[in-house]
């Protein structure tokens, strides 16, 4: 079956600009989860989704980062007035919340590697 | 403040060997750790994970090790395999129903044929 995808898979950009990065989840999962992942660092978490709802913003560094799941699936990843400082790759995960079995796995998609020039 | 922490950025073993991989956490609400795999210009991917009610899950050649006194959780790898090179992420969550994961930064680890 379809994993989690993301597009695009590289996005450069200029200091300033606004960008949008999108994510599919793996059908009927209801959890989704942004993460940021620096160079030589793990995968921070940035909000995540329950449905179409923000459940949990609080990792999103400032208010020039938001996020919208407006129909429970496909989720954006918005980032207005872009700093060299947000280069990265921005990762998304989806989890789902039914059945027992390994219900805290959450699948990763291949990420968003973001330039900021 | 590094609530995960790994403590090691590379681990070179030799193929056949055992490979250990430890981690250290802080945050005493974590209940559900993690381990996840990544190859270059992939995402993360789930290998195991253990409950904070156990000291011990097995799955083929990987076990992972909890000791929550201690507050330290290992990978082991036996035997450990060429294709086993990747960067390997521990990671934790807290309880509730978010279960948003707090990472180490990772450890590269090599298997040399």
């Known amino acids: 079956g379809a994993g989690v995808s993301q597009t695009p898979s590289n996005k450069v950009t200029e200091k300033g600009k606004y960008v949008e990065l999108r994510c599919d989840p793996i059908s009927g999962h209801t959890a989704l989860y942004w993460y940021r992942q620096s160079l030589g660092q793990g995968p921070e978490f940035l909000i995540y989704?329950?449905?179409?709802?923000?459940?949990?913003d609080s990792g999103l560094p400032n208010d020039r980062f938001f996020a919208v799941r407006p129909e429970g699936s496909v989720s954006t990843l918005k980032i207005q007035r872009t700093e060299r400082g947000d280069s990265a790759v921005y990762l998304c995960?989806?989890?789902?919340?039914?059945?027992?079995?390994?219900?805290?796995?959450?699948?990763f998609g291949p990420g968003t590697r973001l330039t900021v020039l | 403040d590094q609530q995960v922490k790994q403590n090691s950025p590379s681990l070179s073993v030799q193929e056949g060997r055992i490979s250990i991989l430890n981690c250290d956490y802080t945050n005493s609400m974590f209940d559900y750790f993690l381990w996840y795999k990544k190859y270059p210009a992939e995402g993360p991917t789930f290998l195991i994970s253990?409950?904070?009610?156990?000291d011990k899950n097995e799955d083929g050649r990987f076990t992972v090790f909890l000791n929550k006194s201690a507050k330290h959780l290992s990978l082991h790898i036996v035997p450990s395999q060429p294709g086993d090179s990747a960067v390997y992420f521990c990671?934790?969550?807290?309880?509730?129903?978010?279960?948003?994961?707090?990472f180490g930064s990772g450890t590269q680890l090599t298997v040399l044929p």
């Open positions: 989704f329950q449905g179409t709802g923000a459940a949990d």
């Open positions: 995960a989806s989890r789902s919340q039914s059945g027992a079995r390994r219900f805290n796995e959450q699948f």
């Open positions: 253990i409950s904070s009610i156990k």
């Open positions: 990671a934790a969550s807290p309880s509730g129903s978010a279960r948003q994961l707090t």
